[in-house]
């Protein structure tokens, strides 16, 4: 069963905006990861957050953590069209096993 | 490192057909991972090995699926039999002792008639 759930599900933009996509969670969390999907591809990491931390940057991206609201977002600035792709945040559980994917964002940026 | 590799790439088979999904991880991974991923339901966490042992399979979605991790460098998914229910990409992701995130493989397109 999914974790979580994510919103939007489908983003367009124009290339040089930025886009933001939040994740909420439903239980206490080791850490919370945002993970990318090119079209007919495995899934590529790109940051991760520990529940203790509050933001983290990472090149153009920023991720926010807020634990009592039990959600997250990402932030991708100065977009690009080579930033079309699915976004998922993943969770894992305290014993930091179990890694559970949300729903996922589908983001179109165009050129 | 090659990264995770998954064979084949693409299946076809027809319904009722035993169906093998294979997977090696990371050299010096000992975590391992299966996922299925379809439009309805999303990214599902089927079932995950520790140093080749199955630790939660309550994931997986009847007694027609199955897998084992006989060493640490592979392990396969089994269906069987098969239904077209069971069309999906199937993902393979391993990680290494403490490590936290996943590193996954380019996927399984399975298609069941």
């Known amino acids: 069963s999914q974790q979580g759930e994510e919103d939007p599900q489908a983003l367009s933009i124009q290339e040089g905006e930025n886009a933001t996509m939040n994740c909420s969670y439903k239980?206490?969390?080791?850490?919370l990861q945002w993970y990318r999907q090119n079209s007919g591809r495995g899934l590529v990491h790109l940051i991760l957050?520990?529940?203790?931390?509050r933001e983290k940057h990472s090149g153009r991206l920023r991720v926010t953590l807020d634990t009592s609201k039990k959600s997250s977002s990402l932030l991708i600035t100065a977009s690009r069209a080579a930033d079309t792709a699915s976004y998922f945040c993943?969770?894992?559980?305290?014993?930091?096993?179990?890694?559970?994917f949300g729903a996922g964002t589908r983001l179109f940026v165009k050129a | 490192d090659a990264g995770v590799i998954q064979s084949p790439r693409h299946e076809v088979t027809e319904m009722g057909q035993e169906v093998t999904l294979r997977c090696k991880p990371i050299?010096?991974?000992?975590?391992l991972f299966w996922y299925r991923q379809t439009m309805m339901r999303g990214l599902e966490l089927l079932i995950y090995?520790?140093?080749?042992?199955?630790?939660?399979d309550s994931g997986m979605p009847e007694d027609r699926f199955s897998a084992k991790m006989p060493n640490a460098s592979f392990s396969t998914l089994k269906i069987q039999p098969s239904e077209p229910r069971d069309s999906a990409v199937y993902f393979c992701?391993?990680?290494?002792?403490?490590?936290?995130?996943?590193?996954f493989g380019s996927g399984t397109q399975l298609s069941v008639l």
């Open positions: 992701a391993s990680k290494g002792t403490g490590g936290e995130k996943l590193f």
């Open positions: 050299s010096g991974h000992n975590s």
């Open positions: 090995f520790n140093n080749n042992v199955p630790i939660d």
């Open positions: 957050i520990r529940s203790n931390e």
């Open positions: 239980t206490s969390i080791n850490n």
């Open positions: 993943a969770t894992d559980d305290t014993g930091g096993f179990k890694t559970i």
